[in-house]
């Protein structure tokens, strides 16, 4: 009888890990694998060229090739008025950069910048089957970065702009070596590690157990995507920052917890700002008090980019 109840317990035990590992799988298609909702889709198109109807006629498309031989997209948007800034405004998760056009809007209304909008691997209109969350996709944005400087002329500023991931992945580049003509970036809603942020997902969206979970998913990322998610390192990247950074969060973020904000901001070895806009979810701080994040915008680029006035 006590040999029928261990056999018992072990059929359960196997059994459970069966699951555990089916349900690791598929948390991992879920969040790395391109799918539906980050698949290019026209509609947005038009939307965009809707939105920027008094820009139309200077919207320009741009195509490079990623160092594995992706090809990457982006939307160049001139300011109406002569600027010799550019926001690289960059999008988050399962988006596109043309979904921001709100966002673009802000800084061609507020501070006449001209705005490229990239859209990252996996996403929009560039190739790539996985997201990246910033670990490869900061290298994409350095060849942005070249691209633009190359087009533009050596004399051009630069202010990198990001949310969610984008902040994510603005920040992971701060270590590698940016040009002199990257001035400030304006961090929205980044993670601290990448870690950390799968953990929250694992636990409070999908139910499951950090451990077998986690461990699972990196194998597989390393197996077919080739880098770990403990290379998403955001805090460690911060800690050798040498470009302006202020980091804005809302204080009723659930999807990025506020608390992953106060890492990156203590790390954070050059000039830094820290804003918390209390009522805000997951990036509407612009949108839901456009006064106190605009007020904390508008200073901080006064400072760093030349010809920017703080009007407030």
Known sequence: MLKKGVLLASFGLVASAILLR????????????????????????????????????????????????LKLHGAYVESPLWSNTVVIVCHGYTISGKQLSKRAKYYLDNYKFNVFL??????????GKFACFGVVDHQDLMLWINKIIETKGPQIQIVLDGTSMGAATILQAVDKGLPNNVK??????????LENWITHEIVNKYYSLKHPTIDTINNLL???????????????????????????????????????????????????????????????????????YHQAVSEFLSRHVKGVKNEN
């Open 22 to 69: 089916k349900r690791s799988k598929q948390i991992y298609q879920d969040i790395f694998v391109k799918n539906d909702n980050n698949q290019y889709n026209e509609a947005l198109d038009e939307k965009f060229y809707q939105d920027m109807e008094e820009q139309y006629s200077r919207i320009h498309e741009y195509d490079i090739i990623s160092h594995d031989g």
């Open 118 to 127: 990239p859209d990252w691997r996996g996403h929009g209109k560039s190739e």
């Open 184 to 193: 400030c970036l304006v961090a929205d809603s980044s993670f601290d590690t």
């Open 222 to 292: 390393e197996k077919e995507v080739g880098f770990s998610i403990y290379d998403g390192n955001v805090v460690k990247a911060v800690s050798n920052a040498r470009v302006p950074i202020i980091f804005i969060h809302g204080g009723s973020d659930n999807v990025v917890p506020t608390k992953m904000v106060y890492p990156l901001y203590n790390a954070c070895s050059s000039e830094k700002e820290l804003v918390i806009i209390p009522e805000a979810d997951h990036c509407r701080g612009l949108y839901i008090d456009f006064y106190s």
